[in-house]
């Protein structure tokens, strides 16, 4: 996908999601405004499709890279929802919990409190 305009990516987001996602243009240009302003996006004023200047946004290397870097992240978080939701788990003892990232732990957490998966018992020690 090439440079659009904020219009056009919330438009596409709503088509990708199957009308199941909408956004709020309150929270879309200031969200698009705090990616410019990491490095993650440009933006270049244009033309849109019906002659209206508007301001597009392009993706940058560093961009890139973020999204790869957070879409493996989501992806592991999702994987781990997904092993939980499967089935009740009942876990053994741990004491320290290896993850990768905070949405993972975060993820766990919440499971435990929401009751999809029980909580390791605790140490009589």
Do not use: C
Not at 25 to 36: D, H, M, Q, R, S
Not at 47 to 58: Q, T
Not at 63 to 73: F, I, K, N, Y
Not at 89 to 95: C, D, G, K
């Amino acid at each position: 996908m090439g440079p659009q305009h904020g219009y056009g990516l919330a438009r596409r987001i709503e088509q990708i999601s199957g009308d199941r996602l909408s956004l709020n243009y309150g929270t879309l240009y200031p969200a698009l405004l705090k990616l410019e302003q990491e490095g993650a996006i440009t933006s270049e004023w244009g033309l849109s499709d019906n002659n209206r200047r508007a301001k597009f946004y392009s993706l940058t290397r560093t961009g890139r890279r973020q999204l790869e870097r957070q879409t493996r992240d989501w992806q592991q978080t999702t994987a781990i929802v997904a092993r939980f939701l499967s089935k009740r788990v009942s876990l053994p003892r741990i004491r320290s919990p290896e993850f990768t990232s905070t949405e993972s732990r975060a993820v766990f957490g919440r499971a435990i409190a929401l009751g999809l998966i029980a909580p390791p018992p605790l140490d009589n020690q």
